[in-house]
């Protein structure tokens, strides 16, 4: 080993050029760069063809809970219907709602909407962790569960 100990080290360090970082870095990112582009280009190419890539494979469950994640915000930002599972609670004996019914149940469908993206967050946040307590996992695992069991019950009622 060329350094034994850590003051070998910082010795090292401060004797060295700034500009050595700038070369070493500067080329580093630009040769990655490169290096990257047949991959990137590929992957986009798969994503067209067949919605994932080779590389998204690899944490497939990251990738498809970001993607879901970014849906479910687009189609509550932009829905445009009602769910009728959700109007079913605010029917006269006619079959029909009111327009403040309307807002009502798509409150209540905004709530569940919003449960759905607080736990697909909540599990992009447990992948990213390296230390936690155990009951604080314990209480993002449920978090995620109920969100993946709402997220079941609303599958269909996911378009417009």
Known sequence: MKYKSISDL???FSKRKWYYDWLYYGFYIWWNWIEERPRKIKSFFQRGWRGWADEDTW?????LAKVILDGIKHHKKFQVGIPSEF???YYDENKRTTKKQDKLALKEYYKEL???IK?????????????????????QQ???KKALILFIKN??????
Request: charged share 30%; net charge negative.
């Open 119 to 139: 736990g697909f967050k909540t599990y992009l946040d447990i992948c990213n962790q390296y230390k936690i307590s155990e009951e604080k996992y314990v209480q």
């Open 142 to 144: 449920k978090e995620v």
């Open 10 to 12: 910082d010795t090292y």
């Open 155 to 160: 599958f269909h009622n996911l378009n417009d």
């Open 59 to 63: 944490n497939f469950d990251i990738y």
């Open 114 to 116: 919003d449960i759905i």
């Open 87 to 89: 109007c079913e609670n």
